[in-house]
C-alpha cells in the first residue's frame, strides 16, 4: 500500500502549506505518479519552489477556507500547473478559481 507523502512548507511569518502526494494515483501528470495537492496557499513561490525540486505536478488546489492567507496564490499557482481548485460549496464567491 503506497503512503501519502507530506512536504510542509513555511510561509509568511505563522503559517504553513502543504504538498501532499498519493503515489499512486490515477490522474499522474509527471514521471513521478500520482496526485499533488497544494493545501491552502498563501504563497506561489515556495509552493512551485518545493514542487519543482521534488519533480511533483500539482493537480490540485485543496482551501479550506476564503481567508488571504489560505487563498492568496490560488491563482498564479492555477496559472503555472493547470490545477484544479477545490473548496467549500458555501464559498466559492470567496475563493479565487473555484473549480469544485
Known amino acids: 500500500m503506497a503512503t501519502l507523502e ?3 512548507i513555511p510561509v509568511l511569518n505563522d503559517n504553513f ?4 502526494r498519493e503515489p499512486k494515483g490515477g490522474l499522474a501528470r509527471e514521471p513521478k505518479g500520482g496526485a499533488v495537492a497544494v493545501i491552502d496557499p498563501a504563497l506561489a513561490a515556495p509552493v512551485l519552489e518545493r514542487a519543482w525540486q521534488l519533480g511533483w505536478h500539482i493537480t490540485h488546489i485543496l482551501n479550506t477556507h ?5 487563498v492568496g496564490a490560488n491563482l498564479e499557482i492555477k ?5 484544479t481548485i477545490v473548496g467549500p460549496g458555501h464559498d466559492p464567491d470567496r475563493i479565487p478559481g473555484m473549480d469544485i
Not at 496559472?79 to 490545477?83: H, I, L, Q, R
Open 17 to 20: 502549506t502543504y504538498l501532499a
Open 66 to 70: 476564503h481567508h488571504g492567507d489560505h
Open 79 to 83: 496559472a503555472a500547473t493547470g490545477c
Open 6 to 8: 507530506i512536504q510542509q
